[in-house]
């Protein structure tokens, strides 16, 4: 008896130790909502606020997940939350710009757009509205990007473009820059929505139009985005000018671009690489493969780059050892993987990502638990949501 408590104590000892040491990675909670979900989640002081295609918007406990209040509109909800004091604010694919009280979800206001429609099935996401001196903007379905008073709701201005603007808007010094699915980038008058400059993209043999579908960047003197056209793009702030542009052989590039320092990071379409440019000539730096698409936008945090991808896994660029490693699998990812990939991470000989049932293959991809939503981190804990409609909060090491 005298030896098994000893080994009992040893035992207990080592899975302590072992867990002060190695076991700080671990998942803290989920919640399951009933649809994908696909937007940036936003947080405050103890709470996350989460948009799901199940149409309604969730305010989770930030400690342990427990759902404090839900918000349903009448059309999935796509887009990341903005809190604007004491409201939190989203975009609908009901065509409608919803405010709500930040502690009890009760409706303040909202804003009817000329209505939402998506482009086709990778059409994944809605714009974000986005808050900057004193008016809030975003963009919609109906082609037009909007300038709101936050506080009741009021149109304070619109610009038409020739497209769906799904892409969300990027506001700096006085100007709202934002691309649509009708190939252009725009720089507009954030006082009166008056045209600045904008720039047509190159387009492609399959995809003419060069659609811009998500957000772009700041850098020094640029913005920088992607497009449908397989190129990033960076652009003169003031004058809209080409500074350069690397095109990306066969892929579309959704991702919007993460700058640090003076080096771009984003994912791609069909490439299914993850990629590091000089922000200053467009030139590669680093190159990763992995075996899915990346459509969210990538973060820093203590010196390393953090971004999901379409397989269910969340990844870490180690920049010291510059590394790709795997942080995490989506509970998705862990069932049904072996539904797409082999042992080697490649697809199995019997899946085609683009066969005669694309539908089906894009809803095995969604099956995975792939994961489209940007993560967020706060004090070590990343928060971020998967197409199954689970939402995580992951302790990192």
């Not at 009166?192 to 811009?212: A, S």
């Not at 680093?286 to 999901?308: C, D, Q, T």
Request: glycine letters at 10%; charged letters at 25%.
């Amino acid at each position: 008896m005298k030896l098994i408590h000893k080994l009992l104590l040893v035992t207990l000892f080592f899975s302590f130790f072992s867990f002060e040491l190695y076991g700080q990675s671990q998942l803290l909670w989920d919640f399951s909502s009933k649809a994908g979900i696909y937007s940036t989640p936003a947080i405050d002081e103890s709470t996350v606020y989460i948009g799901s295609k199940d149409s309604c918007l969730y305010a989770l406990n930030k400690e342990n997940g427990r759902l404090e209040w839900k918000f349903k509109s009448k059309g999935e909800i796509k887009s990341k939350a903005l809190l604007y004091k004491a409201s939190v604010i989203f975009n609908s694919s009901d065509g409608l710009v919803y405010s709500l009280d930040q502690k009890s979800g009760k409706k303040q206001w909202t804003f009817q757009t000329e209505g939402e429609k998506r482009l086709d099935m990778w059409d994944y996401y809605l714009s974000s509205p986005v808050y900057a001196n004193d008016k809030l903007f975003v963009g919609s379905g109906d082609g037009h990007v909007y300038a709101l008073n936050p506080a009741n709701g009021e149109l304070l201005w619109k610009y038409k473009t020739g497209g769906i603007v799904h892409a969300s808007p990027l506001v700096h010094k006085e100007k709202v820059y934002v691309g649509s699915f009708d190939g252009f980038f725009y720089a507009l008058d954030s006082n009166n929505g008056e045209l600045v400059w904008k720039f047509n993209t190159v387009g492609d043999t399959y995809f003419p139009k060069g659609e811009i579908q998500r957000g772009a960047a700041i850098y020094q003197n640029s913005v920088i985005f992607g497009s449908r056209d397989y190129n990033v793009y960076s652009l003169n702030l003031e004058t809209g000018t080409g500074m350069w542009n690397m095109k990306e052989k066969g892929s579309w590039v959704i991702a919007p671009p993460l700058v640090v320092d003076d080096l771009v990071y984003f994912g791609t379409s069909d490439s299914h690489r993850f990629f590091a440019l000089s922000a200053k000539s467009g030139h590669e730096k680093l190159s990763f493969p992995v075996n899915m698409r990346v459509y969210g936008r990538a973060l820093s945090f203590e010196n390393e780059i953090y971004f999901g991808c379409f397989n269910g896994k969340l990844y870490k660029l180690d920049q010291s050892k510059q590394k790709l490693e795997e942080v995490f699998q989506t509970h998705g990812s862990k069932k049904n993987y072996r539904k797409v990939y082999n042992e080697k991470d490649e697809f199995r000989s019997d899946f085609k990502l683009y066969g005669e049932d694309i539908i089906g293959s894009e809803k095995t991809i969604l099956g995975l638990g792939a994961i489209l939503s940007t993560p967020i981190i706060e004090n070590g804990i990343v928060y971020f949501g998967d197409a199954n409609g689970v939402f995580y909060a992951y302790k990192l090491k």
